[in-house]
């Protein structure tokens, strides 16, 4: 083997890890979903989803490193499978999703552990409504498609409080309790492809 020969076969390999470890991504829809979970009486769960986002972000997968990330969530597009409750999800006592079109979530730089769950910390806003909430990432690898893609898989979820994102609107029952609960189970299942 000469020099040239050694030189092609090193370049091409570098391109290759490059393509499998690095790159700009976008958030695959038709491989993704975005949902949500809430108590209902204070005895059982009513879960949704939003069916209209759009996500990209920076990704090395050999050293982990995640940049640039950027998620927005049609508020209008929700869906819980009933909808005179959608309905009232997207007015003024929840999301004033004619005020407030856009949710959006964005992480200005992390690290993603190969194995085991990372913490991401990012800044949620809803409803004009900004605070700073931690992911739990769970990277579940990376394929190559039957046409030359890479996918990048994970899962996410966190806990917030919806109050303080300005969803106030809740009925008393006679038990005392609430007729929709305060806290939310957000949960992240998908993939990412090149942009």
């Not at 999703?97 to 806003?125: H, N």
């Not at 769970?138 to 030359?148: H, M, N, Q, R, V």
């Amino acid at each position: 083997m000469n020099l040239r020969q050694f030189l092609t076969i090193f370049i091409s390999a570098f391109l290759v890890l490059g393509e499998l470890y690095a790159g700009n991504f976008r958030l695959d829809n038709s491989h993704t979903s975005i949902g949500f979970k809430v108590k209902h009486l204070s005895i059982s769960n009513v879960s949704g989803n939003f069916k209209d986002f759009a996500g990209k972000f920076s990704f090395e997968e050999k050293t982990g490193k995640l940049s640039g990330l950027e998620v927005t969530i049609d508020s209008g597009s929700i869906n819980t499978n009933e909808p005179d409750r959608d309905k009232h999800l997207r007015s003024k006592d929840f999301f004033d999703a004619e005020k407030f079109p856009k949710i959006s979530f964005k992480v200005a730089a992390a690290s993603i552990s190969k194995s085991g769950i990372s913490k991401v910390d990012g800044e949620l806003t809803i409803k004009g409504v900004t605070k700073t909430v931690q992911l739990e990432v769970t990277y579940s690898g990376s394929a190559k498609d039957p046409w030359g893609n890479i996918h990048h898989a994970f899962e996410a979820s966190t806990k917030i409080n919806r109050k303080d994102f300005g969803l106030t609107w809740n009925k008393t029952l006679e038990s005392g309790g609430l007729l929709v609960g305060e806290e939310i189970l957000i949960r992240i299942e998908g993939e990412a492809i090149p942009e």
